[in-house]
Structure formats: structure tokens, C-alpha cells
């Protein structure tokens, strides 16, 4: 109950997604093709929870990918290939919910879609209706344009992704650039065979920058860089990479635009130490009685500290 005495506060542990003063206007599939055509180049980061995805939101950039690498970095597993369908999903409706402008890209983690363009189809709408997904991304070239086909004639936009697959790593020997040597044009024939598939965009990781110029300028569809040079249409980073919250091996591709790791240990433990020394909370932090009220109140322990028999 709510009275003058005793008024209602906000909500102490955040109060969800913010409104904008005015609707802002939804980045669309052709949004991106149109900006390949004019030769401008656009930003695309992953996100896993409503507050990041409304930072990013924010800061205009126009495609958030739910990555399977919430594996890694949400999860606690040490490659993306224990992270299941029913993980992802709450995942991929925290960041839709939150955004406003945004496309926003589910990825299908393994196991959730080889076995058939069936299996295939069934988890992209399960991406769509559960997470509210705008689109889904699977890995794989020519092998899985039948998977592509499926879902794109179905409705469900697809974000192919080629080159070095994370949940194909053992099949590729561990984590090694592809595109050198012969392996150059089964790469370009896997670009265009999702393209041909229904693909709206390819991603390219870890393909060197020379084959990765090749395919941008021989698709219709943008391309996706993550370690695939500066000539893509689009750039992807893990964004636990781009603010420097991960600690040790850096890879090559990335580069940190902030120290975060740094920021939130100093002030956990400035936090700590406040804690412990009882500098925190301050009166500034407490909530207090009316000053009737409270006189009442501290009269009241007073006689039952005098009563006989207290202690």
C-alpha cells in the first residue's frame, strides 16, 4: 500500500527498456543492400541482454547478431558448441524486445540445423515466433544452400556465414585462416551458392583480405568481415572484444575501443573496500522515517529496553 507517508519509489534493479521520444525507423533487409550500392560501409556487433542491446541500439549501430558465441561468452563454455536452441532463445527475446532500430540476427547453434533443410526451417521458426528473431544466421556454404532455400521460402531471412566456422573447428583443424592456396575459389562458389540460395548477407571470418575483396565485389548481397579485411560492406565484432571485458589472447582481427575489464575491477573493488569499511551505504543512500513517526518509533525501543526482564 502506497500512502503520502510512505510514497512509492522506481523500481531499484532497473526499469526495463526506454522509450524514445519519437518511433525510429527499422533497419530493413534492403536498407543494407542499398548501402552496398552507395559503397558505405555499416557496423554490426553481437548482443545478448536487454542493456547492451539498447546501448547499442542507441548508438546506431544497424545489425545485432544474438551469436551462438553466447556459448563462450554468456554461458561459461570453452567453444560454441554446447549452446542449445532453449539458450538461446531467451537471449534473442531480451535484445529484440530492447531494440528499436535494429535488425536483429539469431544465430542457429550447432546441431539445431544440419541434419535437414527440415530441421533447419523448424529451428529458424522457433527463432522467430519464441525470440522474436528479425532474421537467423547458420554457417556452412554450398553444402547447406538447400538449408538456405528452405527457410527463405518460407519467410525467414538468412545471414549465410563462410570461411572459418566455429562450430565446424575440429573438422577444420582448429582455428585457421581459410581462402590460402585452391581453397580460394570453393570459397567464392560457397558465397555464391547462398547468394543463389535466397541469402540477404554472407559473413566471412578469418578469410584473407585478398579473396574477401573478390567475393564482396562479385556479390549482389553485402559481406561481413570479422577478420576478413577492410574491403567487406560490413564489419562484425564480439562486443566483449571491442570494450576490452575479455582478458588474454587477443585476436588479430579485433581491436579494443575501451579497457572495460580494467573499469570494473577497480570499482569492485572500490565497492569492496566501501563495503568493508562501512563507507557504503552513506546516509545519503538511506531511507528514513518521518520525523514523527521516527520519534514514536525510538521511543518505543527505549521503554522496551527499560522493561524488566529485557536485555
Known amino acids: 500500500m502506497t500512502s503520502a507517508s510512505n510514497p512509492e519509489v522506481a ?5 526495463g527498456p526506454s522509450t524514445p521520444a519519437k518511433p525510429a525507423k527499422r533497419v530493413r533487409i534492403h536498407h543494407l543492400r542499398e548501402l552496398k550500392e552507395r559503397g558505405e560501409p555499416w557496423p554490426m556487433l553481437t548482443a545478448y541482454d536487454m542493456y547492451t542491446a539498447e546501448l547499442f541500439d542507441e548508438a546506431g549501430i544497424p545489425v545485432l547478431l544474438v551469436g551462438d558465441s553466447a556459448s563462450n561468452n554468456v554461458y561459461g563454455y570453452d567453444t560454441s558448441l554446447p549452446v542449445t ?5 531467451p537471449l534473442v527475446r531480451a535484445v529484440t524486445r530492447s531494440v528499436k532500430r535494429a535488425l536483429v540476427v539469431a544465430d542457429l547453434p550447432f546441431g539445431s540445423y544440419q ?12 527463432m522467430m515466433k519464441e525470440g522474436r528473431a528479425h532474421a537467423v544466421k547458420l ?11 528452405a527457410i527463405t521460402t518460407a519467410g525467414v531471412p538468412v545471414m549465410g556465414h563462410i570461411g572459418f566456422t566455429p562450430q565446424s573447428e575440429h573438422n577444420l583443424g582448429g582455428y585457421r585462416v581459410q581462402g590460402r592456396g585452391g581453397a580460394a575459389d570453393q570459397l567464392v562458389e560457397d558465397a555464391l551458392a547462398l547468394q543463389e540460395a535466397g541469402a540477404f548477407a554472407v559473413v566471412m571470418e578469418m578469410v584473407t583480405a585478398e579473396v574477401a575483396k573478390k567475393i564482396t565485389h562479385e556479390l549482389k548481397i553485402p559481406t561481413i568481415g570479422i577478420g576478413a579485411g577492410p574491403d567487406c560492406d560490413g564489419q562484425v565484432l564480439v562486443w566483449h572484444d571491442l ?13 579494443p575501443y575501451a579497457s572495460l575489464a580494467v573499469t570494473v575491477v577497480a570499482a569492485l573493488r572500490a565497492y569492496a573496500s566501501d563495503v568493508r569499511e562501512r563507507r557504503f551505504p552513506g546516509t545519503e543512500h538511506e531511507y528514513r ?7 514514536s518509533f525510538e521511543a518505543e525501543l527505549a521503554a522496551q529496553a527499560d522493561a524488566p526482564g529485557t536485555r
Do not use: C, N
Open 11 to 15: 523500481a531499484p534493479y532497473g526499469t
Open 85 to 89: 536452441v532453449d539458450e538461446m532463445i
Open 115 to 126: 541434419l535437414s533443410p527440415e530441421q533447419a526451417l523448424a529451428t529458424s521458426v522457433r
Open 139 to 149: 554457417e556452412g556454404g554450398r553444402a547447406f544452400a538447400p538449408h538456405v532455400k
Open 243 to 255: 570494450l576490452g571485458l575479455t582478458t588474454g589472447h587477443v585476436p588479430r582481427f579485433v581491436k
Open 289 to 295: 522515517m518521518a520525523d514523527g513517526e521516527r520519534e
